[in-house]
């Protein structure tokens, strides 16, 4: 089944929801990644409806996609989030985030992001370290407060995913190993300022089957039961994200067969469930929206050059990613084969790729083309190389659009660089 989404053509024009492609883009100006409101909230309400029955606490990964609005418009859906830094502490406060719904893992927590989670108040921390449950436990105490922990695994399975996004395999820097874990269970009692409450699994990004995950399952709930003979109080068992998306031919899990999957599993194991979605939520409800700056042949080679690079989506170069992209105009067929072509941005990297040997039709300059299934990894993995402007954000809901985040200008690319006078005249 290919998961909806509200990108769709009218009369040959690429339209968000109601509104047309280049409406936008004549306002704004390119690149802009643009998100479909109803997509956002229609696969948060599927996962929310095929676990109905275990009314989990359904927690969006920030870092997917950590813009305001965004964030905002999830957590008025009944969202929870899933933080990774004290940055994304912050935003998630700012959004308007219940600190009981937030949840934070990172193999890296400071002393002041532990802290300011813990005066914050924030649902649980997924610990992976034996030094960080300590560390946990002794900033709890000097505030003589309780943290909720959960014991992120590393379940060692293969999550048949890209290398760069595969979490829970046993050479992975995430979790602690199902041994350790348990003797932290037996020795729960030992630290007063934390309850071992759960078992977190994240195996991975861009799971298509069900099966890692049963396996997660199966080698975390070998981990709860031995903890719960030691008396821990384990009630929690957090699945983590990684639902995959079609960004090409993949053929996805729906939210319903991997309830179907699982559900068995947290029952036996009377459990009470989290999830971590970012991709699955945010992926397909965004577009990134560039302008052809020239067509240029070389060596029997045809490329259109665009104005959004790698600084602005990273994936292609990153992890080799797939991106479907498609003229937001009317396709014109090109004569004799000659419309394929490599869609490069304007960095001084060859990686800088978007797309390699698409048949797009005939390309001139000016026309637009959208990078589709960008919302998730895209617009948050965005930086200033090459002086490059991040760009411009906006939401689309029925027949209305804002913008969410202004198009940042040359003056933001110096604002934190100080040239100091005594070193440098
Ligand atoms: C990245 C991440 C997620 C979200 O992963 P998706 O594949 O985008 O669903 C969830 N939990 C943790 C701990 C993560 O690091």
Same mark, same amino acid.
């Given at each position: 089944m290919r998961y909806p989404h509200d990108f769709h053509r009218v009369n040959g024009a690429l339209y968000c929801e109601q509104v047309p492609i280049a409406r936008i883009t004549a306002a704004v100006g390119t690149p802009v990644y643009i998100y479909s409101h109803r997509t956002l909230v229609e696969h948060l309400q599927k996962l929310q409806q095929a676990f109905a029955i275990l009314r989990p606490l359904i927690c969006f990964s920030v870092k997917a996609n950590g813009n305001l609005a965004i964030l905002r418009l999830l957590v008025q859906q009944g969202a929870g989030l899933d933080i990774v830094s004290g940055g994304e502490l912050y935003k998630a406060l700012q959004a #308007?985030?219940?600190?009981?719904?937030i949840v934070f893992a990172s193999v890296g927590k400071s002393d002041e992001e532990i802290d300011a989670s813990l005066a914050a108040g924030i649902f649980c921390f997924n610990v992976e370290s034996e030094p960080e449950l300590e560390a946990i436990n002794r900033l709890a105490r000097r505030r003589k407060t309780l943290a909720r922990v959960a014991l992120r695994i590393n379940?060692?399975?293969?999550?048949?995913?890209h290398h760069y996004i595969?979490? !829970?395999?046993?050479? &992975?820097?995430?979790g602690i190993d199902p041994k350790t874990a348990v003797k932290m269970l037996r020795r729960?009692?030992?630290?007063? !300022?934390?309850?071992? /409450?759960g078992i977190h699994l994240h195996i991975g990004?861009?799971?298509?089957?069900a099966k890692p995950f049963v396996q997660a399952i199966q080698r975390g709930g070998e981990v709860i039961r031995q903890g719960r003979a030691f008396g821990a109080p384990l009630e929690y068992l957090n699945l983590g994200g990684g639902l995959g998306i079609i960004y090409k031919d993949e053929q996805p899990q729906t939210p319903q067969q991997f309830a179907k999957a699982v559900l068995p599993l947290l029952h036996q194991l009377q459990v009470r469930l989290i999830l971590e979605p970012g991709r699955f939520i945010v992926g397909n409800a965004g577009v990134l929206v560039t302008e052809v700056l020239y067509i240029k042949q070389a060596y029997g080679k045809q490329f259109?050059?665009?104005? /959004?690079g790698m600084n602005d989506l990273l994936r292609p170069a990153l992890y080799g990613a797939y991106h479907e992209v498609i003229p937001t105009g009317r396709v014109t067929a090109a004569r004799n084969?000659? #419309?394929?072509?490599?869609?490069? #941005?304007?960095?001084?990297?060859?990686?800088?790729?978007?797309?390699?040997?698409?048949?797009?039709g005939r390309l001139g300059s000016g026309q637009q083309l959208a990078v589709l299934g960008?919302?998730?990894?895209g617009s948050t993995m965005? &930086?200033?190389?090459?002086g490059r402007l991040r760009p411009a954000e906006v939401l689309v809901r029925g027949t209305r659009w804002a913008i969410i985040r202004r198009r940042e200008t040359v003056a933001d690319l110096v604002?934190?660089?100080?040239?100091p006078h005594q070193l440098i005249r």
């Open positions: #308007g985030c219940p600190p009981s719904r379940p060692d399975v293969e999550a048949h995913t595969a979490t !829970g395999k046993k050479e &992975s820097k995430f729960h009692a030992q630290l007063p !300022g934390v309850r071992i /409450a990004s861009q799971i298509t089957q259109a050059v665009v104005d /959004a084969g000659q #419309g394929r072509y490599d869609v490069v #941005g304007p960095i001084c990297e060859s990686a800088d790729v978007l797309a390699r040997d698409r048949a797009l960008a919302g998730a990894y965005a &930086s200033n190389y090459n604002r934190h660089d100080v040239v």
